[in-house]
């Protein structure tokens, strides 16, 4: 039965828990498994640690997680996590956890040039997608996925690109977090546009200047396959993981 | 009223209630030591709360100073200091103490709370607001009233028995509206 039709006759989808208590609030209950999502946001915005700590908490479950590191090296990033207290060196050790660095992947498929072909697309999807099945991955994170679209250049192959990857991890019920990256002054959810169409979910994370205060936000505004809360959250990112309070309104202009 | 007197009336509320403490301008002083005694040193012990005191009147570590020199057990004690920022007074950073950078920044008082209350998860707690008149000064009375709506249900439905100090001639009447609406009971101390 599709998701349409399965949504349709009441039957709820299977939730990926985030493990963010707050955030499967918001998702009444976690990410729908298998879809891919869009967690946008600007530089020190959080991105990078929710999607850390959504892999940590489904290796803490028993399921496979993967971590694909375009922009700097896995080692330095974990040098630079928060010192989760729920976070344990075994997960890594055990496979539940693994970091894979995007350079060494497209070293190993010969993938040299500025410009990917839609060949070499292919190529990308199916060496990663081979991965998530070879080692039955039930989470993945790019991070960020506006590096490796820097390298497709045209609308045209981020959306082959990002459809495919898309539709080969939802076979396998992985669900999986682009990272996207955008200035903090863009009116729009990614840096080309076209992954925000493509995504089944979006989650921007931002930073809200009030009265000379500045607060980290967070707001699901697309979520395929669940009925969610598109208010703001203001976040903290804390030892025992990110917490979500609501943005409280009466700050918003409502009063001078 | 004197802090026994205080302690009684606490000691006949159940755990998740909700008091508005407020003290008398005259002979502050006197009032205020006599509410802190009370619930610092006869109610707490009793009920063997662990205390999260949010503070966004006077640096921790001086309400810290303070309790020591009553002679109050200051070791089940976290504070969430929201004035030692702003008062460029963070050069020493207490244990036990979170700070948040300003009392306008309301959300990150109710997370730091959050935390607090997860890492104490096990302990049955007490929270004190100290108090809702500087929180007012820093604050329009709409998000003030919104914050405090969400902190004490929140509060509430996790059993933390929640104390509001204030000033009872500097309230204002929208703050005794506030007060009234979620609080469950009003103890004057003066």
Known sequence: ?256 | MNSTEVAERLKSMPDGSSIALKIGETNFADNYVAALNGVLKEFMPERRYTCIYVTTTTPSHLCKNLFEMFEMDVSNIYFVDAISHIMMNVSTQMERTTYIESPTMLENILLKIEFLLKKLANENKLLILDSINTLAIHNGNRILAEFLHILVNNLKSKGVFTIILGVEERNSDEISNMLSLVCDDTIVVK
Request: hydrophobic share 40%; charged share 25%; proline share 3%.
């Open chain 1, 1 to 256: 039965m599709t998701d349409v039709l399965a949504e349709k006759r009441g039957i709820q989808r299977e939730r990926c828990k985030t493990g963010i208590e707050g955030l499967d609030n918001i998702l009444n209950g976690g990410i729908p498994r298998g879809n891919t999502i869009l967690v946008t946001g600007s530089c020190g915005t959080g991105k990078t640690t929710l999607s850390l700590e959504f892999l940590v908490h489904g290796a803490l479950s028993g399921e496979k997680c993967l971590f694909i590191s375009v922009t700097e090296p896995s080692s330095k990033l974990l040098a630079n996590l928060i010192p989760y207290e729920f976070f344990d060196d075994r997960l890594i050790e055990q496979g539940l956890l693994v970091f894979i660095d995007m350079p060494a992947l497209y070293e190993r498929l010969g993938l040299r040039k500025t410009e990917f072909t839609f060949e070499e697309i292919h190529m990308l999807v199916n060496a990663i997608s081979g991965i998530v099945r070879e080692l039955q991955i039930k989470r993945l994170v790019i991070d960020s996925i506006t590096s490796v679209c820097f390298q497709l250049k045209t609308e045209e192959k981020i959306r082959e690109f990002i459809l495919k990857l898309g539709k080969a991890l939802s076979d396998f019920g992985c669900t999986s977090l682009l990272v996207s990256e955008i200035s903090p002054a863009e009116q729009r959810y990614s840096m080309y546009g076209v992954e925000e169409a493509i995504a089944d979910g979006i989650i921007i994370l931002g930073n809200l200047e009030r009265k000379g205060d500045l607060l980290r936000t967070m707001q699901v505004v697309k979520m395929r396959g669940t009925s969610h809360s598109r208010a703001k959250y203001v976040l903290d990112l804390t030892p025992i993981g990110i917490l979500l309070v609501p943005l409280l309104k009466g700050g918003m202009g409502a009063e001078k």
